[in-house]
Protein backbone atom coordinates (compact mmCIF):
# COMPACT_ATOMS: atom_id res chain seq x y z
CA UNK A 1 0.00 0.00 0.00
CA UNK A 2 0.81 3.50 -0.37
CA UNK A 3 3.27 4.91 2.23
CA UNK A 4 4.75 8.85 2.56
CA UNK A 5 6.58 8.76 5.94
CA UNK A 6 8.12 12.51 6.98
CA UNK A 7 10.87 12.95 8.69
CA UNK A 8 13.29 16.03 9.79
CA UNK A 9 11.07 18.20 12.06
CA UNK A 10 12.43 19.71 15.18
CA UNK A 11 12.79 22.99 16.73
CA UNK A 12 14.67 25.86 15.17
CA UNK A 13 15.75 29.36 15.72
CA UNK A 14 14.51 32.42 14.40
CA UNK A 15 16.94 32.58 10.65
CA UNK A 16 17.64 29.03 11.00
CA UNK A 17 17.86 25.89 8.74
CA UNK A 18 16.13 22.17 8.68
CA UNK A 19 15.62 20.11 5.63
CA UNK A 20 12.70 17.21 5.73
CA UNK A 21 12.81 14.51 3.88
CA UNK A 22 9.69 12.09 3.11
CA UNK A 23 10.06 8.62 2.55
CA UNK A 24 7.68 7.35 -0.57
CA UNK A 25 7.00 3.48 -1.00
CA UNK A 26 4.34 1.88 -2.63
CA UNK A 27 3.64 3.30 -5.61
CA UNK A 28 6.06 4.14 -8.67
CA UNK A 29 7.18 7.44 -6.91
CA UNK A 30 9.66 8.69 -10.79
CA UNK A 31 6.09 8.48 -12.05
CA UNK A 32 3.96 11.14 -9.49
CA UNK A 33 3.94 14.73 -8.82
CA UNK A 34 4.59 15.22 -5.16
CA UNK A 35 3.69 18.67 -3.16
CA UNK A 36 4.37 19.66 0.25
CA UNK A 37 1.40 21.25 2.16
CA UNK A 38 1.81 22.86 5.98
CA UNK A 39 -0.79 22.99 9.26
CA UNK A 40 0.25 25.70 11.39
CA UNK A 41 -1.39 25.10 15.11
CA UNK A 42 -5.21 25.55 14.98
CA UNK A 43 -4.74 27.18 11.38
CA UNK A 44 -5.78 25.67 7.95
CA UNK A 45 -3.95 24.04 5.22
CA UNK A 46 -1.33 25.93 3.63
CA UNK A 47 0.19 24.66 -0.33
CA UNK A 48 3.86 25.26 -0.43
CA UNK A 49 5.44 23.19 -3.13
CA UNK A 50 5.25 20.99 -5.84
CA UNK A 51 7.73 19.10 -7.74
CA UNK A 52 7.30 17.26 -11.33
CA UNK A 53 7.94 13.98 -11.06
CA UNK A 54 11.02 14.11 -13.07
CA UNK A 55 12.06 16.93 -10.73
CA UNK A 56 12.37 19.25 -13.48
CA UNK A 57 10.21 21.99 -12.33
CA UNK A 58 9.38 23.45 -8.83
CA UNK A 59 6.62 25.76 -8.35
CA UNK A 60 6.24 27.61 -4.36
CA UNK A 61 3.90 29.49 -2.70
CA UNK A 62 4.92 33.02 -2.25
CA UNK A 63 4.90 32.66 1.63
CA UNK A 64 8.42 30.31 0.87
CA UNK A 65 9.41 31.36 -2.43
CA UNK A 66 13.01 32.05 -2.27
CA UNK A 67 13.57 30.87 0.65
CA UNK A 68 12.60 26.98 0.43
CA UNK A 69 13.68 24.69 -1.51
CA UNK A 70 12.01 21.32 -2.68
CA UNK A 71 13.77 18.14 -4.42
CA UNK A 72 13.55 14.89 -4.80
CA UNK A 73 15.73 11.63 -5.57
CA UNK A 74 13.87 8.98 -7.44
CA UNK A 75 16.35 6.46 -7.24
CA UNK A 76 15.88 6.54 -3.51
CA UNK A 77 11.91 7.14 -3.64
CA UNK A 78 12.39 10.33 -1.32
CA UNK A 79 11.53 13.73 -1.33
CA UNK A 80 13.08 16.77 0.46
CA UNK A 81 11.99 19.58 1.58
CA UNK A 82 15.14 22.73 2.63
CA UNK A 83 14.13 25.18 4.46
CA UNK A 84 16.20 28.59 5.08
CA UNK A 85 15.76 31.97 6.97
CA UNK A 86 13.26 30.03 8.68
CA UNK A 87 10.67 32.44 10.69
CA UNK A 88 8.26 31.83 13.40
CA UNK A 89 5.09 32.05 11.00
CA UNK A 90 6.76 28.76 9.52
CA UNK A 91 6.01 26.77 12.83
CA UNK A 92 3.33 24.15 11.57
CA UNK A 93 2.87 20.47 10.49
CA UNK A 94 4.36 20.00 7.09
CA UNK A 95 2.94 17.03 5.18
CA UNK A 96 4.05 15.44 2.05
CA UNK A 97 1.00 13.98 -0.31
CA UNK A 98 1.06 12.41 -3.68
CA UNK A 99 -0.69 14.07 -6.83
CA UNK A 100 -3.89 11.39 -7.45
CA UNK A 101 -3.88 10.40 -11.58
CA UNK A 102 -5.03 12.54 -14.09
CA UNK A 103 -8.51 10.92 -14.14
CA UNK A 104 -8.38 12.06 -10.48
CA UNK A 105 -7.42 15.73 -11.38
CA UNK A 106 -4.27 15.56 -9.72
CA UNK A 107 -6.17 15.91 -6.14
CA UNK A 108 -3.92 14.70 -3.28
CA UNK A 109 -4.46 11.34 -3.07
CA UNK A 110 -2.37 9.89 -0.09
CA UNK A 111 -0.42 12.27 2.94
CA UNK A 112 1.73 11.96 5.13
CA UNK A 113 1.63 11.99 8.84
CA UNK A 114 3.27 15.02 9.32
CA UNK A 115 6.27 16.40 10.64
CA UNK A 116 6.52 19.56 13.18
CA UNK A 117 8.54 22.07 13.01
CA UNK A 118 8.58 24.71 15.61
CA UNK A 119 10.52 28.15 14.86
CA UNK A 120 11.67 29.78 18.25
CA UNK A 121 14.43 30.98 20.17
CA UNK B 1 -4.47 33.56 -8.40
CA UNK B 2 -6.57 31.90 -7.60
CA UNK B 3 -8.99 32.35 -3.62
CA UNK B 4 -11.37 29.76 -2.28
CA UNK B 5 -14.03 30.84 0.10
CA UNK B 6 -15.46 27.78 2.36
CA UNK B 7 -18.53 29.39 4.49
CA UNK B 8 -19.65 28.77 6.56
CA UNK B 9 -16.97 28.52 8.95
CA UNK B 10 -18.61 26.61 11.22
CA UNK B 11 -21.84 23.72 10.93
CA UNK B 12 -23.63 22.70 14.21
CA UNK B 13 -25.44 19.71 13.33
CA UNK B 14 -27.21 16.45 14.87
CA UNK B 15 -26.10 12.64 13.96
CA UNK B 16 -28.62 11.95 11.03
CA UNK B 17 -29.30 15.69 9.53
CA UNK B 18 -27.76 16.75 6.28
CA UNK B 19 -24.54 18.83 6.09
CA UNK B 20 -24.28 21.25 3.21
CA UNK B 21 -20.65 23.01 2.90
CA UNK B 22 -20.26 25.86 -0.05
CA UNK B 23 -16.87 26.49 -1.93
CA UNK B 24 -16.32 29.74 -3.70
CA UNK B 25 -13.91 30.20 -6.04
CA UNK B 26 -12.65 34.02 -7.14
CA UNK B 27 -12.56 32.80 -10.64
CA UNK B 28 -13.83 29.81 -13.09
CA UNK B 29 -11.48 26.80 -11.81
CA UNK B 30 -14.05 24.12 -14.16
CA UNK B 31 -13.94 21.36 -12.41
CA UNK B 32 -10.79 21.39 -10.69
CA UNK B 33 -11.47 20.57 -7.49
CA UNK B 34 -11.36 18.06 -4.42
CA UNK B 35 -12.32 17.93 -0.85
CA UNK B 36 -10.76 16.60 1.85
CA UNK B 37 -11.76 15.75 5.14
CA UNK B 38 -9.65 16.52 8.62
CA UNK B 39 -9.91 14.63 11.71
CA UNK B 40 -8.07 16.22 15.00
CA UNK B 41 -4.23 14.61 15.07
CA UNK B 42 -4.83 13.43 11.68
CA UNK B 43 -3.73 13.95 8.33
CA UNK B 44 -6.41 15.20 5.50
CA UNK B 45 -7.86 12.70 3.47
CA UNK B 46 -9.50 13.13 -0.16
CA UNK B 47 -13.12 12.21 -0.78
CA UNK B 48 -13.90 14.05 -3.65
CA UNK B 49 -12.25 15.24 -7.00
CA UNK B 50 -13.24 16.82 -10.17
CA UNK B 51 -16.02 18.55 -8.02
CA UNK B 52 -18.16 15.53 -7.86
CA UNK B 53 -16.13 11.75 -8.06
CA UNK B 54 -16.51 10.37 -4.92
CA UNK B 55 -12.68 8.83 -3.95
CA UNK B 56 -11.53 5.04 -3.28
CA UNK B 57 -13.51 3.90 -0.38
CA UNK B 58 -15.64 7.27 0.33
CA UNK B 59 -19.04 6.36 1.88
CA UNK B 60 -22.18 7.29 -0.61
CA UNK B 61 -23.41 9.58 1.49
CA UNK B 62 -20.66 12.13 0.57
CA UNK B 63 -21.50 13.84 -2.81
CA UNK B 64 -19.66 17.32 -4.54
CA UNK B 65 -21.16 18.92 -7.06
CA UNK B 66 -21.20 22.38 -8.96
CA UNK B 67 -18.75 23.79 -11.81
CA UNK B 68 -17.16 27.32 -12.47
CA UNK B 69 -17.02 29.03 -9.25
CA UNK B 70 -19.36 27.55 -7.14
CA UNK B 71 -19.25 24.50 -5.20
CA UNK B 72 -21.17 22.15 -2.91
CA UNK B 73 -20.09 19.45 -0.65
CA UNK B 74 -23.50 17.52 1.00
CA UNK B 75 -22.81 15.07 3.64
CA UNK B 76 -26.73 13.03 3.34
CA UNK B 77 -26.91 12.27 6.51
CA UNK B 78 -23.88 12.46 9.28
CA UNK B 79 -22.74 9.95 11.18
CA UNK B 80 -20.43 10.53 14.26
CA UNK B 81 -17.05 10.06 12.38
CA UNK B 82 -18.89 12.78 10.05
CA UNK B 83 -17.93 15.63 12.35
CA UNK B 84 -14.60 16.94 11.32
CA UNK B 85 -13.08 19.95 9.25
CA UNK B 86 -13.38 20.05 5.55
CA UNK B 87 -11.51 21.95 3.23
CA UNK B 88 -11.63 22.81 -0.90
CA UNK B 89 -8.89 22.95 -2.85
CA UNK B 90 -8.32 23.62 -6.52
CA UNK B 91 -6.44 20.72 -7.90
CA UNK B 92 -5.17 20.89 -11.43
CA UNK B 93 -1.97 20.25 -13.47
CA UNK B 94 -0.87 23.64 -13.18
CA UNK B 95 0.24 25.33 -9.57
CA UNK B 96 -0.61 26.94 -7.26
CA UNK B 97 -2.63 24.60 -5.58
CA UNK B 98 -4.59 26.59 -2.99
CA UNK B 99 -7.04 25.39 0.25
CA UNK B 100 -10.14 26.57 1.20
CA UNK B 101 -10.25 28.17 4.83
CA UNK B 102 -11.71 25.17 6.05
CA UNK B 103 -15.73 24.16 7.37
CA UNK B 104 -15.52 22.65 10.81
CA UNK B 105 -18.86 20.30 11.58
CA UNK B 106 -19.17 20.15 14.89
CA UNK B 107 -21.83 18.41 16.90
CA UNK B 108 -24.96 20.71 18.06
Known amino acids: QVQLVESGGGVVQPGGSLRLSCAASGFTFSSVGMNWVRQAPGRGLEWITF????????VYADSVKGRFSTSRDNSKNMLYLEMNSLRPEDTAIYYC??????????????WGQGTLVTVSS | EIVLTQSPATLSLSPGERATLSCRAS??????LAWYQQKPGQAPRLLIY???SRATGIPARFSGSGSGSDFTLTISSLEPEDFAVYYCQYSNNWPPLPFGGGTKVEIK
Open chain 2, 50 to 52: GAS
Open chain 2, 27 to 32: QSVGIY
Open chain 1, 51 to 58: IRYDGSRQ
Open chain 1, 97 to 110: AKEGPAAAGKAFDH
